[in-house]
């Protein structure tokens, strides 16, 4: 599973959820900032850092494994910028 495919399955898991960002970013202990871009795709997350987001989003191990991948390089996918409400 790529990064933009692993950000759709939590951005629609966060909503049915009633999650904020920082709500998530109080489980995996970092900055919401940091915690949103991570979850956009835009920061790798370590190994528990992205179980803690699964975890807490009833999301496969797949997302888990594609949010532990470095990130690419370059501008945020204008499907990003659309979902990025606090």
Do not use: N, Y
């Not at 692993?6 to 629609?12: D, G, H, N, S, V």
């Not at 898991?13 to 995996?28: D, M, N, P, R």
Request: with cysteine; aromatic share 4%; charged share 25%.
């Amino acid at each position: 599973m790529d990064k933009m495919r692993a950000m759709e399955l939590i951005l629609m898991a966060k909503a049915e959820k009633g999650l904020t960002f920082s709500q998530i970013a109080e489980a995996v202990d970092r900055h919401p900032v940091w915690t949103t871009s991570a979850l956009l795709g835009q920061q790798q997350m370590s190994v528990c850092e992205a179980d803690a987001v699964t975890g807490l989003l009833g999301l496969d191990p797949e997302v888990a494994r594609a949010l532990q991948r470095p990130a690419p390089r370059g501008s945020v996918d204008a499907r990003a910028a659309s979902f990025t409400r606090w």
